[in-house]
């Protein structure tokens, strides 16, 4: 009977651990300070929402969309694999979308989940239709009280070009004046990323090494392989900083451990 008792135990535990692991939504925050953001967007903030993989956080995602409301932002990233391509559910993935774009204006880049289910182009009408901003390897600004700085978006490499190539085609039309953004799927480009003197990079892909080790960091990410350089936080190089979401969804593998789903929001200050 004493073990049997033991073993319910363990198993309770074991489905609360991983509950847990898997549907605790965090909000990570950061500031970025520099000379080169504009007055007007002093306090300016973004909410960074990636590789949603088509993950479910309460009914018609009211937990999350509460947490992502509740950061107040000015505008909001979405860094690519906000569908899964082994459970291709484009409604159910834009079920937080549609309230999304309630809160705050959106821009979308695609990951390397949106390439491999082929239905990039199904993906981008109905991201449009709801209001999104798409960034398929161009730019736009973002303007605020007569300033303005620059948003920057690549689509995911395995749609089979290179990233400088991206880099190059989305980077035409700016000036480089102002505050440059990038928003790119994958952070094991940092140093192309750093090449071209991205003063902020949004990127996510790596789900926060999938395993986080304490006082290590993330076990293995792809791409990167074991023990990944680039899963989650700040990383700065040069005038380069790069912010990497742990993501909130899975795919191959179904379960984070010691790496919850993860809001990250930054804000600009003006030095």
Do not use: C
Not at 61 to 75: A, I, M, W
Not at 104 to 129: F, L, P, R, T
Not at 207 to 231: D, M, N
């Amino acid at each position: 009977m004493k073990k049997l008792l033991l073993l319910i135990i363990l198993i309770v535990g074991a489905y609360l651990f991983l509950y847990i692991n898997n549907h605790w939504i965090v909000t990570t925050e950061h500031v970025f300070e520099s000379e080169k953001v504009p007055e007007n967007f002093d306090g300016f903030r973004i909410t960074q929402i990636s590789d949603l993989h088509d993950a479910l956080f309460g009914e018609n995602q009211e937990h999350l969309v509460e947490k992502v409301r509740e950061t107040y932002p000015d505008v909001i990233f979405l860094t690519g694999d906000v569908i899964d391509s082994n459970r291709y559910d484009l409604e159910q993935s834009l079920t937080a979308v549609r309230e999304f774009v309630k809160i705050a204006d959106v821009y979308y880049v695609i990951g390397n989940h949106e390439v491999a289910s082929n239905k990039i182009d199904e993906i981008y009408d109905a991201m449009k239709q709801l209001g999104v901003k798409i960034l398929p390897n161009v730019s736009t600004t973002i303007n605020q009280n007569g300033e303005s700085i620059e948003l920057i978006g690549i689509e995911d490499p395995l749609n089979g070009h290179e990233t400088q190539w991206m880099l190059d085609l989305a980077r035409e039309k700016t000036n480089g004046s102002t505050l440059q953004i990038l928003l790119a799927h994958r952070p094991e480009f940092f140093k192309t990323y750093v090449r071209n003197d991205m003063d902020m990079v949004f990127s996510g892909h790596a789900h926060g090494g999938q395993v986080r080790i304490p006082f290590v960091g993330g076990l293995v990410a792809p791409g990167q392989g074991f023990l990944p350089t680039y899963t989650a936080g700040a990383y700065k190089e040069a005038d380069t900083t790069m912010f990497v979401s742990r993501g909130l969804g899975n795919s191959t593998v179904p379960f984070r451990i010691l790496n919850l789903p993860e809001i990250v929001v930054v804000e600009l200050r003006a030095k």
